[in-house]
């Protein structure tokens, strides 16, 4: 690229997109075209993913009624699981990429 010193600086508005047309060229947006107000249409799945959203926020992490009993069972030594149960539940813990706690 060559500049050349001897050219006058054009007075034209700067371009912002292809086809030449400037900003300034552009109408500017009217407060009057619209409400005033902004406005969002959701769809029904939208609602019903919101819907589920909050009941999922409201269900506790922990389920203390199945942990109670297996608790219980733990603590009175009658708590046996299958080998496949523990296999089962190992693999599910390495699929899902959580560890175990220290």
Do not use: H, K
């Not at 608790?71 to 699981?81: D, E, H, L, V």
């Amino acid at each position: 690229m060559r500049i050349d010193p001897n050219l006058g600086i054009s007075e034209q508005q700067p371009t912002d997109r292809v086809g030449g047309a400037s900003s300034a060229s552009r109408p500017a947006p009217s407060a009057a075209s619209g409400s005033g107000s902004d406005e969002a249409t959701l769809s029904p799945d939208a609602l019903r993913l919101s819907e589920l959203s909050s009941t999922l926020a409201s269900v506790p992490e922990i389920r203390q009624d199945r942990v109670a009993p297996l608790r219980q069972a733990i603590s009175n030594g009658t708590y046996a699981p299958t080998n496949d149960q523990i296999a089962q539940a190992m693999m599910n813990d390495f699929q899902s990429g959580r560890t175990a706690a220290p």
